[in-house]
């Protein structure tokens, strides 16, 4: 049976180190048999991938690579708690946030970076429920955050 650190391994994507915190939080915790993430930003190797609004400075397509690259960081909050990825079962929701230029309204397509991952690494355990949201701003300038809910594996 292939495993989520096998399928992580054969999608060639390595699972960053968490981020520090920014504020008074922690970017995972474990409550009974949920993970629950803290709002992911789209940092890679220590810099965010992208700052503004989407529909003004940032593509729908550059927005959809920052969800793909919350969710890979989402992940790794989450391992962190539950001793690898291989501790986490099924995916139940996910939250995105996309600061959104007015009359933008494709949230749906932004946040699908971060769903169609999930489905890429988990399969069927991957489907999960989902809000995509317009937001004015979000924190340090960033187009896309994006938390999650996991259930821990059996």
């Known amino acids: 049976m292939t495993t989520h650190s096998d399928r992580l391994a054969e999608l060639g994507i390595e699972l960053p180190e968490v981020v520090k915190p920014l504020a008074a939080y922690v970017p995972a915790t474990v409550s009974g048999r949920y993970v629950y993430t803290s709002g992911q930003l789209p940092m890679k190797n220590g810099e965010n991938i992208a700052v503004g609004t989407v529909g003004d400075?940032?593509?729908?397509?550059?927005a959809y690579a920052c969800a793909r690259q919350c969710?890979?960081?989402a992940i790794a909050a989450a391992a962190s708690v539950a001793?690898?990825?291989d501790g986490l079962g099924r995916v139940v929701k996910v939250v995105g946030f996309v600061s959104s230029a007015p009359g933008f309204t494709s949230q749906p397509?932004?946040?699908n970076g971060a769903s169609e991952l999930?489905?890429?690494?988990?399969?069927?355990?991957?489907?999960?429920a989902r809000s995509a949201v317009g937001v004015?701003?979000?924190?340090m300038g960033v187009p896309v955050e994006v938390e999650m809910i996991f259930e821990v594996a059996d």
């Open 109 to 111: 397509a932004v946040v």
């Open 83 to 85: 001793g690898g990825i």
């Open 118 to 128: 999930l489905l890429e690494v988990f399969g069927d355990a991957g489907r999960h």
């Open 57 to 62: 400075d940032v593509d729908t397509d550059t």
């Open 136 to 139: 004015a701003a979000l924190p």
């Open 71 to 73: 969710a890979i960081n």
